[in-house]
């Protein structure tokens, strides 16, 4: 777990809290992995049936009274282990480009941001804060009318502060302070008006 019982608290807080003063929306989402990546696990396998052939094909020509079972079972414990490391977030980060993954991140961000009903918000003032977990990667997504106010240089030093949290393991601690400043900057452009509710749930979303 990424997130303990008591962060997921402190984030729904850190929501509830920044939105008080803002029309803005704001949607923390996590989830374990952006994309379908087994064709790793594929490709490793058939790297350790390859392997597991070469050993085989060696053992029968070193003790020729060894059964067919046991070279099969080699054969087939190579394509276990390949795939098996092919399930690996480690091993799948290092088989697979780095734009790659940021390709699967930001079309899983994107199709988030549609699914939860970020783009209805009154006003075009949605938020999304996306972690994918597998590829180590972060997204904040805002709506048409946030987005042109504030500007990329913005959402870049957020990102990264969320990621540094997340690799010194104080990833609620990091998002919290996130929620709070975006919060605050959300107030300056966008005060919370009379009428004004809270059209999605504040809580973290996970999948």
Do not use: C
């Not at 019982?5 to 920044?18: F, G, W």
């Not at 058939?46 to 060696?58: N, Q, T």
């Not at 390709?103 to 994107?110: D, G, N, P, S, T």
């Amino acid at each position: 777990m990424v997130f303990t019982k008591n962060d997921l608290a402190r984030i729904e807080a850190a929501v509830k809290a920044a939105e008080k003063n803002t029309s803005g929306e704001i949607v923390p989402m996590v989830i374990p992995s952006s994309g379908d990546y087994s064709r790793v696990g594929h490709r490793l396998g058939i790297l350790g049936l390859a392997l597991g052939s070469a050993i085989a094909f060696y053992f029968h020509l070193r003790f020729p009274f060894l059964d067919y079972a046991f070279l099969l079972g080699v054969q087939l414990l190579g394509w276990a282990v390949g795939w098996s490391l092919g399930q690996l977030p480690a091993v799948i980060r290092v088989f697979l480009p780095k734009g790659f993954l940021a390709e699967e991140v930001h079309e899983a961000a994107l199709a988030s941001f549609v699914r939860h009903g970020l783009h209805h918000t009154e006003g075009r003032t949605g938020i999304l804060l996306f972690i994918s977990l597998l590829e180590h990667r972060v997204e904040i997504l805002a709506d048409q009318g946030i987005h042109q106010k504030v500007g990329d240089e913005y959402w870049k030093a957020e990102v990264e502060k969320v990621i540094t949290g997340l690799r010194k393991g104080r990833g609620g601690e990091a998002l919290v302070q996130v929620i709070g400043e975006i919060g605050a900057k959300l107030t300056e452009h966008f005060p919370r008006g009379e009428g004004d509710r809270n059209e999605l749930s504040d809580e973290l979303r996970q999948r």
